[in-house]
């Protein structure tokens, strides 16, 4: 029986085709097997992925 594969080689690039073309598919009217909260959760979990720029030497105030 196959399994999964836990490992995943995707650079920068990749990541930015995915959340480019899931935002394409969740605007326009889509009947397909995605529906828009899962579109939104994939897109969620690549954001939280991400790792914001932070100066370490100065004081930072996010928002």
């Known amino acids: 029986m196959a399994g999964y594969n836990k490992l995943f080689e995707l650079n ?5 085709v995915i959340e480019t073309a899931l935002r394409a598919v969740e605007t326009r009217d889509h009947s397909g097997p995605l529906d ?3 579109i939104h959760d994939v897109l ?6 991400k ?4 100066p ?7 928002g």
Do not use: A, C, P, W
């Open 12 to 16: 920068l690039r990749d990541m930015e």
């Open 36 to 38: 828009s909260k899962t």
């Open 44 to 49: 969620g979990k690549l954001h939280n992925q």
């Open 51 to 54: 790792q914001f720029y932070r």
């Open 56 to 62: 370490k030497d100065q004081i930072y105030v996010s």
